[in-house]
């Protein structure tokens, strides 16, 4: 017998006709969130980004990644246990070696983290509006996450990956995908970790409130209080195994050392405050906890505002905490961080707010944010190292050559040349990013270093080292000319030290 037809609503509608539509515009939507995505991707990889910023700390970790440096020294960023190096390994496994081609795999990571804000917020237009809405809103936010200096993209993606591993490990519908949940909370949570130990006050109220939003079993919490755990362990095992391989090698163990800064509590508050106001998260972070009193929200929607907020804010105490942050002077790079997760949660807040006053019109706010979004996204300009690309090309020669000149000098070129064809050396004073390059200043070399440093009778003594100008002309560079020495006396390579 065929089965008669559902009966009509009140309105007069069929069910299935409703069902149909639902469906309809559902995949409409992800359509519009792919292509959104897309061309706000195409812009914002475009050169640098939307507000190009390259400079010695960003070229340092691009050297990384073209090779430079071995072992587990590659661990995290030379010289200092700053932040983990995993993304710029990645890109050392995909044999990038431009600034420009790590930019776009830092693009690719940031949409990438839509696939799980969507499990988290409900809807691909909505996760498109909140991963990269701030990056359109904010210059602060694309400058300082787009820089390869800098570790909050990367700590961002990660989150966002481990917040919906999180989701999945409390609300999937199986023993398997609950489990498989938790490792991915662990596994994305160690990489966040890894990036900054701070992501851990992150993961932690991940954990609350999703087990608060979901009321959670013991067994579920357990496993996520456990996958935190190892995270945390993880990443305290690589920094032994960083500082046990410099030591041993290079005779020092790069720490950055993190300090209660005890007499300065109270005006750091002040200081953190006034920051967090230039940097521009303190009004999205008052909307998007205004949010919060919207009647008519499902017990989801109330927890994940939250998580946007907590998010943002779980990392401030730190910085009112920690001596690293004052002695820095509190500078705005820190809050990028909080200003994006502020920026995300007005955006949430917002779409919910539209939705609840046109409950009509509700699937169509997402809609038209992400229009406003594709008209808004910046992009920068095409090759905004083009001076300094040549400059460096200048520099290069039939055989690999040594730069040797300050910080700020050597980095840049060496990492816009071919690889491996400027071996960088900072001089005396100055951090020597990778020390086993010291190796290269050896009897014989050819060495690169500013005219100006040398005496008048043509020698240059820097590291230990006595280079001799030779007769070719000095060429030009962006700042001052450079002149061409070879190396009568090698420079002192660090070594580990010998117990007495």
Do not use: K
């Not at 037809?5 to 149909?20: C, E, I, K, M, V």
């Not at 292509?35 to 691009?62: E, H, Q």
């Not at 701070?198 to 993961?203: D, F, I, M, P, R």
């Not at 390059?437 to 006595?466: K, N």
Request: net charge positive; glycine share 10%; aromatic share 10%.
């Amino acid at each position: 017998m065929r089965s008669s037809p559902p009966p009509l609503r009140l309105d007069g509608t069929s069910p299935w006709l409703a069902l149909r539509s639902e469906r309809t515009v559902a995949r409409a939507e992800v359509v519009l969130a792919v292509g959104v995505l897309a061309w706000c991707a195409y812009r914002l990889a475009r050169g640098l980004g939307p507000f190009p910023f390259y400079n010695s700390d960003s070229a340092v970790p691009i050297l990384l990644m073209r090779g430079l440096g071995e072992g587990p020294f590659t661990l995290y960023y030379p010289l200092q246990d700053r932040y983990g190096m995993w993304p710029l390994l990645v890109g050392r496994a995909f044999h990038l070696v431009t600034p420009e081609s790590f930019h776009i795999l830092q693009v690719l990571g940031l949409c990438s983290a839509t696939l799980p804000m969507r499990r988290v917020v409900g809807s691909a237009a909505t996760a498109v509006l909140t991963v990269l809405g701030p990056f359109a809103l904010s210059q602060l936010v694309a400058w300082n996450n787009l820089q390869a200096g800098q570790p909050y993209l990367w700590q961002i993606v990660a989150l966002c990956w481990a917040w919906g591993a999180c989701r999945i490990g409390f609300t999937g519908t199986t023993r398997a995908r609950r489990v498989g949940g938790l490792l991915g909370f662990w596994a994305t949570g160690a990489l966040a970790t890894w990036v900054s130990t701070l992501s851990l006050a992150a993961l932690v109220v991940i954990l609350v409130l999703e087990a608060m939003q979901t009321r959670a079993r013991i067994a579920g919490v357990v496993g996520g209080v456990v996958a935190i755990g190892l995270a945390a362990l993880f990443e305290g095992q690589i920094r032994r195994l960083y500082n046990w391989y410099s030591r041993i090698s290079f005779g020092e163990r790069y720490i950055t050392p993190l300090l209660l800064d005890r007499g300065h509590l109270l005006s750091n508050v002040g200081e953190v405050l006034g920051a967090t106001w230039r940097a521009g998260a303190m009004v999205p972070m008052l909307l998007g906890a205004g949010a919060l009193a919207i009647p008519h929200r499902t017990r989801t929607e109330r927890f994940t505002q939250l998580g946007f907020i907590c998010l943002g804010l779980c990392v401030v105490p730190a910085y009112v905490l920690v001596f690293h942050f004052r002695s820095n002077g509190f500078p705005l790079r820190y809050f990028s961080y909080v200003t994006f997760w502020g920026i995300a949660a007005a955006i949430y807040g917002g779409v919910l707010l539209l939705s609840a006053l046109v409950p009509r019109w509700r699937r169509a706010v997402p809609l038209a944010g992400l229009v406003a979004l594709a008209a808004v996204v910046p992009a920068g300009p095409v090759d905004p190292l083009a001076q300094e690309r040549d400059a460096a090309r200048r520099l290069v020669g039939q055989e690999p050559r040594v730069l040797l000149a300050d910080y700020w000098d050597v980095y840049i070129p060496a990492s816009l040349a071919p690889p491996g064809a400027l071996i960088p050396v900072g001089a005396d004073s100055n951090l020597n990013r990778f020390p086993a390059t010291l190796a290269e200043v050896r009897p014989g070399r050819i060495v690169l270093a500013p005219c100006s440093l040398d005496a008048a009778d043509g020698t240059l003594v820097q590291r230990g080292a006595l280079l001799r100008r030779t007769a070719d002309p000095p060429i030009p560079g962006v700042q001052a000319p450079w002149c061409l020495h070879t190396v009568e006396r090698a420079a002192r390579v660090p070594g580990p030290r010998r117990q007495p």
